[in-house]
């Protein structure tokens, strides 16, 4: 173990600037992680009525579903932690195959990857921690009123227990991303073949969504088990719907940008998926809160404190997680071009124009998220299929607004990469030493 700890300090010290972005980025996400787990530990600890602008927080039936909702903001922090930990991928793979060639066996490569990885999340752990119990302190000295009853205290045991689980999680995430290192010990060009996702995870939504019928027509009022059936299959199925688009726009391609962003995603659509899983959820989920809206404007209770509070903060929460989300898609973005480099050098030195380039990242983000946003928005409408009697126009509306929002964040990831692809397709990359 020390030596391990030793070795890890060393590769830290002696890392590309891009290893250290990545560092940079998992302790952030750690910190974002611990932040959201702490709230949650913070809120289930609440005692006594507070102020009903806090929203479903003020009231104590209401707070296990909102420590709920901030611990399901974690999921696009962990696809962002798993993307952040394949950045840079190739750099670590020729320091470890080195590793390898030197005697390494591969459990302590694999170790070694785990403890990279680690020793980032508990800076951002602790990092997150310190922050959070600051602010905290700052909040109830300015918003709670001294002579109220409420206990709002930090629970010690659930936060060490939310700082224990981000590390593990981050553990787990190195040892997952580095999985592919230990192949060979001349592994520096060799990677293990990427498997297309499984296609049968389409089914999975329409399985839910005939549940969701069938438990609804036999008098089951809250049909649980379709709900939660769609949610993982929408999580499951965005890799595949992502691939099923690209090949069929591939098909269909009518200009060379169409074809080679069609055919990248085609072979490597997991990123995508996994990162748009997390963006669809919160399509669906704010296509649902539009059904609750549309109830409470029905009831003319919408400008009550409780619900306008709830409903502003559940958006805000929605709006943070495609946040997050698209900011993992800016680090596939650089793990592509730092992957990819040489090959869209060549491209630029060839003749393709800068432009052209920047219009393939575009259109790659079109197809891969306008198939699981569209699809995710429907889900959010399945309240229409069991016969809900309610105002519909504002659930649609909202509908087409959350996955218009879902697609922009896409895009806007695309769009914001262009001076990381400007710096990569540079002649150097072309040189052979």
């Avoid at 990819?340 to 060549?346: D, I, M």
């Amino acid at each position: 173990m020390r030596s391990l700890l030793s070795v890890t300090g060393m590769l830290a010290r002696g890392g590309t600037p891009a290893e250290r972005t990545r560092r940079r980025l998992m302790a952030a996400g750690a910190m974002l992680a611990t932040w959201f787990l702490f709230g949650a530990a913070n809120v289930l600890a609440l005692r006594g009525h507070l102020s009903e602008w806090l929203g479903p927080a003020s009231q104590p039936g209401t707070r296990g579903g909102t420590a709920f909702a901030l611990v399901v903001l974690v999921l696009p922090v962990t696809a962002f932690l798993y993307q952040s930990s394949r950045l840079a991928t190739a750099d670590r793979e020729r320091r470890l195959s080195a590793l390898r060639l030197a005697g390494a066996t591969p459990s302590q490569v694999r170790l070694l990857g785990a403890a990279e990885t680690t020793r980032a999340a508990l800076i951002g752990t602790v990092t997150g921690a310190a922050t959070y119990l600051l602010l905290q302190w700052v909040a109830r000295r300015l918003l709670l009123d001294p002579r109220s009853p409420a206990n709002v205290g930090v629970p010690p045991l659930l936060c060490a227990a939310a700082m224990v689980l981000v590390i593990a999680a981050a553990a787990v995430s190195g040892l997952l991303a580095g999985r592919h290192v230990v192949a060979t010990p001349l592994g520096v060009t060799v990677r293990a073949n990427r498997r297309p996702p499984r296609p049968y995870a389409i089914a999975l939504p329409v399985v839910g969504l005939v549940l969701i019928t069938g438990l609804r027509f036999l008098g089951n009022p809250v049909p649980l088990a379709g709900v939660v059936l769609l949610v993982v299959g929408l999580l499951f199925s965005s890799s595949s719907l992502v691939r099923l688009s690209a090949r069929v726009t591939g098909r269909r391609a009518r200009s060379a940008e169409t074809l080679l962003a069609a055919r990248a995603l085609e072979a490597d659509a997991r990123p995508w998926g996994r990162t748009l899983s997390v963006v669809g959820l919160a399509v669906a989920v704010g296509t649902i809160t539009g059904w609750a809206e549309a109830e409470m404007l029905m009831e003319r209770r919408a400008t009550e404190a409780f619900w306008l509070s709830s409903f502003v903060l559940v958006d805000l929460a929605l709006l943070v997680a495609i946040a997050v989300a698209a900011s993992a898609l800016l680090v596939h973005h650089a793990e592509y071009f730092l992957e990819r480099g040489p090959v869209l050098s060549t491209l630029r030195a060839t003749g393709t124009p800068e432009v052209a380039l920047r219009r393939v990242l575009v259109r790659q983000a079109l197809i891969a998220s306008v198939p699981v946003c569209v699809v995710a928005a429907l889900m959010g409408l399945y309240p229409l299929v069991i016969g809900i009697r309610i105002w519909i126009l504002w659930p649609v509306t909202r509908a087409v607004l959350m996955a218009a929002l879902g697609i922009l964040a896409a895009v806007l990831s695309a769009a914001l990469s262009r001076r990381r692809l400007r710096r990569t397709v540079t002649p150097a990359l072309l040189r052979v030493e």
